[in-house]
Each structure stands twice: as C-alpha cells, then as structure tokens.
C-alpha cells in the first residue's frame, strides 16, 4: 500500500525523524496562506501524487509547469498551485496519461549543504531487511544502480535489534560524514530502520537525504509502502490508503478477493495460481500476443468471483480475445465451467473465449462447456491455447 508524501512524512514527524515544516494545500488559496504562515522568504510547492519524478514530471496541459517549484511569494506559491491542482502531472512512472493533482504540499525551504540517497528494503536473498545509502542524492537510484553501483553502500540488520551504532559509523565513513553530523546520522539511521520494522514496511526511501549547512540529517523527500497482508496489524494506516490514486480495475478486483494487473495489451487473461498466470502471459508473448493483464482468482473462487472477474477483463475496450487457463488443484474444473456459462448469462461475452482445463474434474467440466450454446473455443494444452487465443485477437 502506498501513501503521500506528506502522509509519510508525518510518519517520520512521530518517530522523531527530521523533516522540514510543511503544510498541505488542497486549493491555490491555500497554498498562498501555507507560504505566509511557513514565515520563511522561500518555499517549494511540490504535487502531492503516488508516482516517482515528481520534479522532472510536467503538467500535461501546460508543459511549462513542473510538478516540484521553488516559489518565492504567497502569489507566486497561488499560481503554481493553481497550475498543478485539478491537472494531470507526467512523470517517467505515471505512463503518458498522467495522474490528476487533488493537493499539493507547501514546504519551507531548506540550508543544503549535501544531498544524500537513503533506502531500506526486504533483502528477500539474505531474509533481512537492508539499509542502502549513496552518496549520489536526488538521482534515480535505478540509474545509479546500473552505471556506478560501487557508489551504493549497504548494512543488513537484524529486525528485532535493529541497526547497529557501528553500522552507522561504517556508512557514516564511506559518506564522507564527518564530525557532528555523525550523531545526526546515527539518530536519522538507526529510527528510520526501526521505523521500517514497527510499520511492517516494504519500502522506505529518502531521496534526497538532506544535509544541512549545520551538520544536521533531513529528509527532502519521503516515500513509504507498506506490505498490505500486514495492514490488520495497523487500522491506523490502512485509513491512509488514497484509492483515487489507484486503478479502478484493480481496486474492484481486490474487493472482489482477486489479484488483478493491468497492463496494455489486448488479451484477457483469467487464471488461477500466480505461477501459472505468469507462465500464461509467458506463452502469449511468445506466441505473438500481448496480454492485457495479470489476474490469479486463486485456488478456492466460487462463481461470483469468476463472473466479477469477467466483468473487470470484459470492462477493458483494449481486450480482444480472453483466456482461461485453469489447473484444477484445489479448484474443480467444473466449479469453472459452470462459473463461466453463468458469466456468460450475467455479463454476455463479446470477444472470443479460450478454455484450457486441466486437473481435478477436467473430463466433467471439458463435457458441461461441450454441451452448452456457448460459443468457446476450447484448447487441449497450454501451447494450444496460446496460439488460440493469439489467432482469435488478431
């Protein structure tokens, strides 16, 4: 699950974690009263949206307009707010139809001396989180990755002791930090790794980790995410979810108890198991296709998730042809075909309809989908299937 920037960095205002002052703005009127009350001469108005590249990204009606400003006056904070609010912003993350701007945060301007990366992640190879830092602020950090990887520095830690003081002194020594910005980065290090653990975080990034004229560690920037299967732990964060910044489809799909992707193209995709999804759109890119989703119904859907699922694949005027690619396991292969012929009579199909069947049930369900006026083409194999469906969308 991800949060706002400004919702992340209130996070970090209760772990005593150092942020500049900021105050959100869901009007330009606003936007020029949060400069006047910041008191400072400069201020930055930055696009409040779940998408990376905020400060490269443009207003997509007005290219002029970036999605991160330095204003200098409550007017000039008004017009750039006015600018971005109620418009989509495109970054290199949002794909070229851009997400709309609902608020926008107002932040006082900050003494930057040095601009530093700081990340931490599930290192799923170790089993334990990391610490990474780079000395290379502000960048994308996949760029940095790829190009001079020997610049990214990285500490395991253990969650239940979490970052150690030596830990920080070794990062501490490869950042150049000297002096009394030690301290500053053992307290913003060593909170920011148990912050990560107490919140059941997958992802907690500060780019750029800010240094200031004084020696002191502040985060410029803030982007938290939290593992969703751990949100009933945390009822408090799960209120901060924002589903207007997710795709409809896949918010219906997860109400519904389905894992659904879209993606651009234009074959449908209905499967049970996450393995066998992936191997599904494995064999249509193969083949030729594009699929047009990832969607897993899992082991144990019952009708009404089927025909939900239909309704969400069949909702997407990019889809051309569906296929379903269902091993019975747990799942009967005639709880699916009768799921399907009630899809059929609830949401009508009008694309072609690919079935493979296999496993548990396959012969009685091959059979109630024979016998049926419903027009689908059944496949014997995977490979069958495939070239089906391909064939049928193009």
């Known amino acids: 699950?991800?949060?706002?920037?400004?919702?992340?960095?209130?996070?970090?205002?209760?772990?005593?974690?150092?942020?500049?002052?900021?105050?959100?703005?869901?009007?330009?009127?606003?936007?020029?009263?949060?400069?006047?009350?910041?008191?400072?001469?400069?201020?930055?108005?930055?696009?409040?949206?779940?998408?990376?590249?905020?400060?490269?990204?443009?207003?997509?009606?007005?290219?002029?307009?970036?999605?991160?400003?330095?204003?200098?006056?409550?007017?000039?904070?008004?017009?750039?707010?006015?600018?971005?609010?109620?418009?989509?912003?495109?970054?290199?993350?949002?794909?070229?139809?851009?997400?709309?701007?609902?608020?926008?945060?107002?932040?006082?301007?900050?003494?930057?001396?040095?601009?530093?990366?700081?990340?931490?992640?599930?290192?799923?190879?170790?089993?334990?989180?990391?610490?990474?830092?780079?000395?290379?602020?502000?960048?994308?950090?996949?760029?940095?990755?790829?190009?001079?990887?020997?610049?990214i520095f990285k500490e395991h830690f253990d969650p239940d002791t979490g970052l150690q003081p030596y830990q920080v002194r070794k990062l501490c020594h490869k950042l150049a930090i000297t002096g009394k910005s030690v301290r500053s980065a053992e307290s913003f290090m060593r909170s920011m790794c148990k912050l990560f653990v107490e919140l059941d975080c997958s992802l907690v990034e500060i780019n750029p980790l800010v240094v200031t004229g004084s020696g002191e560690l502040i985060a410029l920037d803030a982007k938290i995410t939290f593992d969703e299967n751990a949100m009933f732990r945390h009822p408090d964060l799960a209120e901060l979810r924002d589903i207007a910044e997710e795709d409809p489809a896949e918010v219906r799909a997860g109400q519904a108890g389905l894992s659904y992707v879209q993606l651009e193209g234009n074959i449908g995709c209905l499967v049970n198991g996450a393995g066998l999804a992936m191997s599904t759109m494995d064999l249509i890119k193969l083949h030729g296709g594009e699929p047009a989703n990832f969607l897993d119904v899992g082991g144990g859907a019952q009708v009404d998730q089927v025909t939900e699922a239909f309704r969400i694949l069949l909702a997407d005027k990019n889809v051309k042809a569906v296929l379903v690619n269902i091993f019975g396991g747990i799942m009967r292969c005639t709880t699916i075909a009768n799921a399907v012929l009630e899809a059929y009579k609830q949401v009508g199909f009008n694309v072609p309809l690919v079935v493979r069947l296999e496993g548990t049930e396959v012969a009685e369900g091959r059979k109630i989908l024979s016998e049926s006026d419903v027009d689908i083409i059944t496949a014997t194999d995977l490979t069958d299937a495939a070239n089906k469906v391909v064939a049928a969308a193009g």
Request: charged share 25%; aromatic share 2%; with cysteine.
């Open 1 to 151: 699950m991800k949060i706002h920037e400004y919702q992340a960095k209130e996070l970090l205002r209760r772990a005593k974690v150092a942020v500049p002052e900021s105050i959100v703005a869901r009007t330009a009127a606003e936007a020029a009263a949060a400069f006047k009350k910041l008191g400072g001469e400069i201020a930055v108005v930055k696009a409040q949206i779940h998408a990376g590249g905020r400060g490269k990204g443009t207003i997509k009606s007005n290219s002029e307009q970036r999605g991160v400003q330095l204003v200098k006056s409550a007017d000039e904070a008004e017009k750039v707010a006015k600018n971005i609010l109620g418009n989509e912003l495109v970054t290199i993350q949002t794909g070229a139809e851009g997400k709309t701007v609902n608020q926008v945060l107002v932040e006082a301007g900050c003494d930057i001396a040095r601009e530093l990366y700081l990340g931490i992640v599930i290192d799923r190879a170790v089993g334990l989180p990391v610490l990474m830092v780079s000395s290379e602020g502000g960048m994308n950090i996949e760029d940095v990755a790829a190009e001079t990887p020997e610049l």
